[in-house]
């Protein structure tokens, strides 16, 4: 953050390091690419950690007992961070959730340790920010766009604005409570999409069964259409100049 005036009073800028006791992480290793199943030991994926939920199944499975450490295995309640993606992804951040399965952590991806439990919600809101994604992206190092990656000491150098105990308290609540209001929106109109969906194709297999419309008997029927496509198509073809249309079988 550089325009610091512009904080509410009694707001601090402090570095994220400040914020950390320390940050942990794994190793990278060969491991079969596919999920765990309940009796093995995962290493998580940083696919695990994009889409704004902690997914345990994006992970890889473990061979090697030699290699498994239920020190860095994933706990309810963990600060996970991607220290290595696109520049869009780079810095994802989630607060694991749902944890059922053993999975480690990998080098790509890292466990913050907070002084205080309570300042978690509020950093990983803001690491989702436009200002926080704004300094991940100014200091994440590569050269191309397919893989970018932030170190520890730079992810300590992240501008971190900071309220107030009980303010910081009530607007952590609140956006939880419009991120939940949000969520049940995106729910709904989901199941309107699928729903409208299954109308679509109700509607069109109605169609093509002669189902949507009552059958008049007086109508013409579609063997006079057809019989005047044929017609039609005969006398294009006898006036047409240019090259001659190769022939297609027709069905009668």
Known sequence: MSARDELPTGWVVTPLAELLTHIETGKSFKCEERPPDADEVGVVKVSAVSWGEYRERESKTCMDVDRVNPDIFVR?????????????????????????????L???????????????????????????RAQIEMLASGNQES????????????QVPLPPRVELARIVAKVEETHSVLDAAAAELKAACEKLQRYRQSLLKAAFAGQLVPQVPADEPASALLARVRAERAVQAATFKGPRPRKSKVAP
């Open 76 to 104: 309810p309640g963990d600060f996970l961070f991607s220290r290595a993606n696109t520049i869009d992804l780079v810095g994802a951040c989630v607060i694991a959730r749902h944890v059922t399965q053993r999975v480690m």
């Open 147 to 158: 893989m970018r990656n932030i170190g520890q000491e730079r992810i300590g150098q992240i």
């Open 106 to 132: 990998s080098d790509k991806i890292l466990r913050f340790q907070f002084a205080v439990d309570e300042l978690k919600t509020w950093v990983l809101h803001f690491l989702r920010s436009k200002s926080g």
